[in-house]
C-alpha cells in the first residue's frame, strides 16, 4: 500500500529517499503508529520523502526487489519490528536490487513490552528520521567494501545452490585520491586495534581477514579516505544530531549503541539509538557533544569484550571529564548497566521534568542558545563540547585548573627530546592536525647561533599518535591526557634544536653537526656515497641529494 509518494526526477540517484515499512510496524489501534502519521511526521522533515507500508515485508522477500526497482532511487529505508533479526537478509536483498550498501538502512522497530503506544510511535519516528539524515549523507556512488564469511544461519538445499549462506560483512576500504596522509606514519594505520592496515608506499592496504570493520580507521582519517559503507563520519553526524534533538523534545537520551546490540534499545524506552558499527570507533568526544547539547548520553557495546569494555571505559572517563567541567551536569553520564538516563529538559530553553524526575533534577539540563549539529572528528568534538560546557558553568562550579590522564583521553600531549632531536622535521607533515610546527629563529638566550624552533598547539591535537613512529630518532613521545590547558589553540615551545650552520646552497637551517654523522653512519653501509657527503657538508640533505 503505497501512503504518499514525492516528486523528483526519473534518475535512480537523484530521487528522494523512500521508506518501505513492514506491515507488522503500522498496526492501526488507537494511539499506535499509523501510516499517516508517520508521512506526516517525515515530510516535515524531508519534503521529497516517499512512504510505502510491504504487507509482511520481513516474511515475504519475493516481491521486495521488484518494489525496488520500481522506487528508482539509490537511498532506502526499511522499517519493521523484525529489523535486527532479519537486517543482514534485508540488506542483501536490497544490495541485489541495485541499492549500495551505504543507500540502505534497516531500522529495527520493536517496541518495549508495556511501553505506551504514544511514545512508540514518536521514537519509531525519530529512528526513521535519523535513518533518512544517514542515508542522505551517504555516498552511493562509491565502492562496496565487504568481506564474506559463512553465515550462521542453517543450510537449506535452495540456500546451498544460491550461496545465501554466505554473510557478507562490511570493511574498511581506502581511497587513495582522497588521502592526504603523507610520512612513513599515518593516522589510520595507529588507530586500527587488529592491525588490519599497512602502509605500503604511499598507498595503504587493507587486510579484509584481519578487518572486523569497527569503523576506528573511519574516526581517525581527516580526509575522508578511509571509508566503510554506511558509516562515514558525515552519515553519523547527521543521525546523530536528528537523534539528539528529538531526544530534547521528547526528554529522554541517546544511547550510542554497537550495531550487534541494537536490539537491547527498545522503543518507548528512556532512550534513542545511535548506531555504530562499534564502540571501538568512538572517542570521548562524542559523548560530550551529546551532553553539551543537553541530553543524557550512555553507551552499549555487544558481547565481544573490547566493545563492551571500551563502553564502560568510555562512559567512566566521560563521567569524569564532566564532573571536572561542569559538575551540575554529571549526571547526565549514565553507564552502560544503567537503565535509565537523567531528567534531561524540555526544548526551547525551558527545563521540564521527565516522568519520575523532580523539578531540581530537571534545572541541571543546560539549554544555551539553539541546537547546534554535533561533530564528531577529533579534536574538535571534545575542544568544542568542552568549551560549550565551560561556558555552561554555574558561578558555584569549581574552575581551577584541571588535567586527566587515560588511554582514551582523546587529546594528546606531546613531548620531544632535545637532546635526541635532529631536526630532521619529520614530526611536522606526520601530523594531519597541524599540532606540530616548526620555525628557524634565533635561540632565546639571544646568543647569534640559530635554533630550529618546535612549537606545539595542545587544542589541535588528536592524540593520533602519527608523530611517534615517523620519528627517526625516537625522541617524540606522546601521552594522552585531557585538561583545562587542552583548550588552547596558542602555540608553545616543546623543543629547540640548535643549529651549526645553514645549507650553503638554499639556506636552510642545518641539525647539529654530531647528529649529521648519526645519520651518515647509518648510511655508510646502503647509500656510502650520501654518507660521505654528510660528513662536513655545508650542505643539507635535499640538496645533498639533488647534487
Not at 572517542?283 to 551529546?290: A, H
Not at 606545539?456 to 611517534?468: E, L, R, Y
Request: hydrophobic residues 40%; proline residues 7%.
Amino acid at each position: 500500500m503505497t501512503v504518499a509518494d514525492g516528486p523528483g526526477s526519473t534518475a535512480p540517484a537523484a530521487r528522494a529517499a523512500a521508506v518501505l515499512l513492514c506491515s507488522d510496524a503500522v498496526p492501526h489501534q488507537p494511539g499506535e503508529l499509523s501510516p499517516e502519521m508517520i508521512c506526516d511526521a517525515l515530510r516535515r522533515h524531508a519534503p521529497d520523502v516517499r512512504v510505502f507500508v510491504v504487507p509482511d515485508l520481513c516474511s515475504r522477500f519475493s516481491e521486495l526487489p521488484a518494489t525496488v526497482r520500481a522506487l528508482r532511487t539509490g537511498r532506502v529505508v526499511v522499517g519493521c519490528r523484525q529489523g535486527h533479526a532479519k537486517r543482514h537478509r534485508i540488506t542483501g536483498v536490497l544490495r541485489n536490487s541495485g541499492v549500495n550498501r551505504a543507500g540502505a538502512q534497516v531500522v529495527d522497530l520493536t517496541p518495549d513490552e508495556g511501553a505506551r503506544p504514544h511514545d512508540v510511535a514518536e521514537q519509531s519516528i525519530a529512528r526513521l528520521r535519523a535513518a533518512l539524515a544517514r542515508v542522505s549523507h551517504a555516498d552511493i556512488g562509491g565502492p562496496v567494501w565487504e568481506s564474506e564469511a559463512l553465515g550462521p544461519a542453517r543450510l537449506s538445499r535452495r540456500n546451498l545452490f544460491s550461496l545465501d549462506y554466505l554473510a557478507r560483512r562490511p570493511v574498511a576500504g581506502w581511497t587513495g585520491e582522497r588521502c592526504a596522509g603523507r610520512g612513513a606514519s599515518r593516522a589510520c594505520v595507529q588507530a586500527c586495534p587488529h592491525q588490519a592496515l599497512t602502509l605500503a608506499g604511499p598507498s595503504i592496504s587493507v587486510d579484509t581477514a584481519s578487518c572486523t570493520g569497527c569503523g576506528a580507521c573511519v574516526a581517525a582519517c581527516r580526509s575522508g579516505a578511509m571509508g566503510m559503507n554506511g558509516a562515514s563520519m558525515a552519515e553519523l553526524e547527521a543521525a546523530a544530531s536528528t537523534l539528539v534533538e528529538d531526544a530534547r523534545r521528547l526528554s529522554v537520551g541517546v544511547a550510542i549503541v554497537c550495531s550487534a546490540a541494537t536490539h537491547d534499545i527498545p522503543l518507548g524506552g528512556p532512550w534513542l539509538a545511535l548506531e555504530v558499527p562499534s564502540l571501538e570507533m568512538v572517542s570521548v568526544g562524542w559523548l560530550l557533544q551529546v551532553v553539551a547539547a543537553g541530553a543524557s548520553v550512555t553507551t552499549r557495546g555487544c558481547r565481544d569484550e573490547a566493545c563492551e569494555g571500551r563502553g564502560r571505559q568510555l562512559a567512566l572517563l566521560t563521567s569524569d571529564i564532566v564532573g571536572l567541567v561542569a559538575p551540575r551536569l554529571r549526571s547526565l553520564v549514565i553507564g552502560p548497566d544503567a537503565s535509565a538516563p537523567a531528567c534531561p529538559g524540555g526544548d526551547g530553553g525551558l527545563a521540564v521534568p521527565a516522568p519520575g524526575c523532580s523539578s531540581a533534577e530537571a534545572e541541571v539540563t543546560p539549554r544555551r542558545g539553539p541546537f547546534r549539529a554535533l561533530q564528531f572528528r577529533e579534536p574538535e568534538a571534545t575542544v568544542h563540547a568542552l568549551t560549550e560546557l565551560t561556558d555552561q558553568q554555574m558561578p558555584e562550579d569549581n574552575q581551577l585548573p584541571w588535567r586527566l590522564e587515560s588511554p582514551l583521553a582523546p587529546l594528546g600531549e606531546i613531548v620531544i627530546d632535545a637532546a635526541r632531536c635532529s631536526g630532521c622535521g619529520c614530526c611536522v607533515p606526520a601530523c594531519p592536525t597541524g599540532a606540530i610546527s616548526a620555525r628557524d629563529e634565533p635561540e632565546s638566550s639571544g646568543l647569534s647561533r640559530e635554533a630550529l624552533d618546535l612549537q606545539f598547539a595542545p587544542a589541535a591535537c588528536s592524540a593520533c599518535g602519527a608523530c611517534v613512529p615517523s620519528c627517526p630518532e625516537a625522541a617524540v613521545s606522546l601521552r594522552r591526557a585531557v585538561g583545562s590547558s587542552s583548550l588552547s589553540f596558542s602555540r608553545r615551545t616543546i623543543a629547540e634544536v640548535p643549529g651549526d650552520d645553514r645549507c650553503g646552497s638554499c639556506g636552510k637551517l642545518l641539525g647539529r653537526r654530531d647528529v649529521a654523522n648519526v645519520v651518515a653512519a647509518k648510511l655508510a653501509s646502503s647509500h656510502p656515497e650520501i654518507a660521505n657527503r654528510l660528513r662536513g657538508q655545508d650542505r643539507c640533505p635535499d640538496c645533498l641529494l639533488t647534487v
